[in-house]
């Protein structure tokens, strides 16, 4: 069908009507709809179509009974007026490629076609006004086609309008005007029909009907229109979200088993993510310009207020319809995750000034906020954060160690029940487990190697009396998992303690330092009773391990520190327990600072163990002597070292003595040209050299001489 078969081949009957009084109309009506609608149907001019809508619409549409408008009207006549409209958006994209200032005939059919479109639309405003107009309370039943039609224009419309540019191939200065008046006509057509659709009234009592099925379309025709517009007109995208978000929650009782709820998480999110964008591209081009009072200020406070506005409508779509969204988990996990990669201090994050920092935290982030308290007792969110299987790219890895810290510190005020959901691993399937929150963080931490490289520094927590400072990630997660700590549910805390020695065993030494300062705090926390165990547990851990192993460092480094927090009775049992005077424990004394135990006990413990480390260095010395024995004299050594650096001004001069001697023996005996190939006798060296530096005063001047050389070889 094309714009040329304009001539209607019953003008002078459509002339005639158009001059009926009000009263004829009304009377008349029986009779005369039903010829209007089967010239309408038979018609084969789109000129002649908008003129019989435009009469049955203005002149008959008043006198038709409301509750019968959907048989004896919209569904006779809508559907042809909708492939009406979509033959001249077709007609009308096939020709604009032909459009120029020197085709006049190709101008003059485009603009004819855009105004009998702009006459279509305004046919449907009618019918729309017509409705609201005569019906307080609508059921939508009665009037289902009419939605939908217009629904289905008005995307059509806004489909067009954004792709003019590129439809028009640079002439579209040619059409604007009449786009523009096309576009404000399906602007107030969507406009007039939300306000019938507010009229809707739906049976809570009723779970599923056609009225549900009408209403779920209608709200999705919207989000599908909002998907259009994004880009086009913020406020009317912002109005069309809030009436969506309005009306799921108003027919919520009965349409919300058959509600896409993904759908809609995922587009609300998806405007979130876009919004926030364009504010972080204004904030930094106000920061390169340096200058706040500009348009670009206003533009991105008019940005920032509408991120809130997403942000909120996120909120309380979720709070509402929270048991039936465990399928946009994902998507509300990587919105969180994205937002945070994007913002300071992330190394990915755009450069913005300190102002518009503070500006969208404050009227932005702070929104995020409520979210995770909502999500924070939903299982599958806290499947998805956990998820042993979770792969995020690098920049997302920071992100995902800050939202973890932040549900930590939101968990001492729930239930028993929600910390053990975070706090525990769980396998729901085969394929499926849930690690637990600690490990995650530990792990999480672990990703975050240029932020705690750099370091990137994070707001600090404001203590009474003194102001706020900055401070890095470690300090951060180190603060928080410490404050964690202190509200752990007891029945929880083996799983502290697996999290906990997992990590000081890592092979990643700053996640094995977390770790251990995490241990140290909780030890000083607890009681004396938890810490002498936990000493006790690294201790038999330490003997267990066989041969040298960054496990048994660690593990080594984590005693040391542990002892100092021990009282002196519980030494007392530890040193009763784990006796200095057996060779077997030696192991666990070379790892031990003397300065940890009181005076009597440091003087009883220095004389134990340097008693027994010289027996059985002159037992090495007196035996066969193969390499295979250099690790038990490794460790001799070691003790020894350990005592002459943490307990030397105990010693009496018998004692240094025997020290130096056993030392100046094992030197004679050791040739440092064995050294190069030779890992143990590197050891024994290590050892040896700051054992005789000690005593370097007291050195026979010929060995002394030797040791620069031995030094040389350990390089």
């Known amino acids: ?72 009207f919209f569904s006779q006549v809508l559907p042809k007026t909708v492939k009406l409209f979509d033959d001249m958006m ?59 039609s217009v629904l289905h224009v008005i995307k059509s419309t806004f489909v067009h309008c954004k792709a003019s540019e590129s439809i028009y191939s640079g002439h579209l200065h040619l059409v604007s005007d009449l ?50 517009i994004s880009s086009m007109d913020h406020a009317f995208h912002a109005n069309t979200w809030k009436f969506i978000i309005k009306q799921s929650l108003k027919h919520q009782s009965v349409i919300k088993s058959q509600l896409k709820h993904r759908d809609i998480i995922t587009s609300l999110c998806e405007d979130i993510l876009f919004s926030f964008h364009s504010c972080l591209q204004l904030a930094e081009q106000i920061t390169q310009s340096d200058a706040q009072d500009n348009a670009d200020y206003r533009l991105f406070q008019k940005t920032l207020k509408l991120c ?22 994902c998507t509300l996990h990587q919105l969180y995750l994205q937002i945070h990669s994007k913002f300071p201090p992330s190394l990915y994050a755009a450069q913005i000034s300190k102002a518009q920092q503070e500006e969208i935290a404050g009227t932005f ?19 998805v954060v956990l998820d042993s299987k979770l792969e995020l790219p690098s920049e997302l890895q920071f992100p995902q160690c800050l939202l973890l810290v932040v549900i930590m510190d939101k968990l001492p005020s729930q239930p028993e029940n929600v910390q053990a959901l975070w706090c525990t691993e769980s396998q729901l399937t085969e394929a499926t ?15 975050c190697a240029g932020e705690l490289s750099l370091p990137v520094h994070l707001q600090g927590i404001k203590s009474k009396g003194q102001m706020e400072v900055a401070v890095t990630l470690y300090e951060h997660v180190c603060v928080h998992l410490c404050t964690f700590i202190t509200s752990f549910h007891p029945s929880l805390f083996p799983e502290l303690d697996v999290a906990l020695l997992n990590a000081v065993l890592s092979a990643n030494m700053i996640t094995s330092l977390l770790a251990m300062d995490a241990w140290c705090f909780l030890s000083r926390y607890g009681t004396a009773e938890l810490c002498a165990h936990h000493v006790t547990i690294v201790a038999q851990l330490v003997k267990s391990c066989a041969g040298e192993c960054y496990q048994l460092a660690n593990l080594s480094v984590l005693l040391r520190r542990l002892f100092f927090f021990m009282a002196p009775s519980q030494q007392v049992e530890f040193i009763q327990k784990f006796s200095p005077k057996a060779a077997e424990n030696l192991p666990l004394w070379q790892c031990i ?18 008693r027994v480390g010289i027996a059985q260095c002159q037992e090495w010395l007196s035996n ?24 030397s001004e105990v010693l009496d001069i018998a004692q240094q003595t025997a020290i130096m001697e056993i030392g100046s023996q094992l030197w004679a005996f050791l040739n440092p040209k064995l050294v190069t190939g030779q890992p143990y006798i590197q050891q024994t060296l290590s050892f040896l050299l700051p054992l005789l530096g000690v005593f370097v005063q007291n050195l026979d001047p010929h060995l002394i001489s030797q040791l620069p050389e031995a030094e040389q070889s350990q390089l």
Not at 26 to 38: H, I, K, N, Y
Not at 134 to 146: D, K, M, V
Request: hydrophobic share 45%; net charge negative.
């Open 1 to 72: 069908m094309s714009q040329e078969r304009a001539a209607p081949a019953s003008a002078a009957p459509l002339e005639e009507l158009s001059g009926w009084t009000e009263e004829l109309c009304r009377r008349e009506l029986p009779s005369v709809l039903p010829r209007l609608l089967s010239m309408y149907q038979h018609s084969d001019s789109w000129i002649e179509h908008i003129q019989i809508l435009k009469i049955i619409v203005e002149m008959f549409l008043p006198h038709m009974d409301h509750l019968t408008l959907e048989q004896t």
């Open 90 to 148: 077709y007609e009308l994209t096939s020709q604009a490629k032909g459009l120029s200032s020197h085709n006049l005939e190709i101008q003059t059919t485009l603009r004819n076609i855009l105004q009998t479109m702009v006459q279509l639309l305004a046919a449907l405003t009618g019918c729309v006004q017509h409705v609201c107009a005569t019906q307080e309370s609508i059921i939508l039943e009665n009037i289902h086609s009419l939605p939908s």
């Open 179 to 228: 786009l523009q008046a096309l576009f404000k006509e399906a602007y107030s057509l969507q406009k007039q029909l939300m306000e019938l659709l507010d009229m809707v009234c739906m049976d809570p009592l009723i779970d599923e009907n056609d009225d549900v099925l009408n209403m779920v379309i209608v709200i999705h025709s919207l989000l599908d229109i909002c998907s259009v």
């Open 308 to 329: 809130r506005f997403f942000a909120n409508s996120l909120l309380h779509y979720t709070k509402e319809f929270l048991p039936l969204l465990s399928d946009s988990c």
């Open 365 to 383: 982030l702070v929104t995020l906020d409520p979210l995770i308290n909502q999500l924070l007792t939903f299982q599958p969110f806290v499947q």
């Open 433 to 447: 487990t849930r690690v637990s929150l600690l490990k995650a963080i530990f792990y999480s931490f672990e990703q």
């Open 593 to 610: 600072s003397l300065q940890a135990l009181p005076t009597e006990l440091r003087k009883q413990a220095a004389c134990d163990i340097t």
């Open 624 to 647: 066969s002597r193969t390499l295979g024995e250099l690790e038990s004299l490794n460790t001799l050594l070691s003790a020894l070292l350990a005592v002459c650096n943490s307990a």
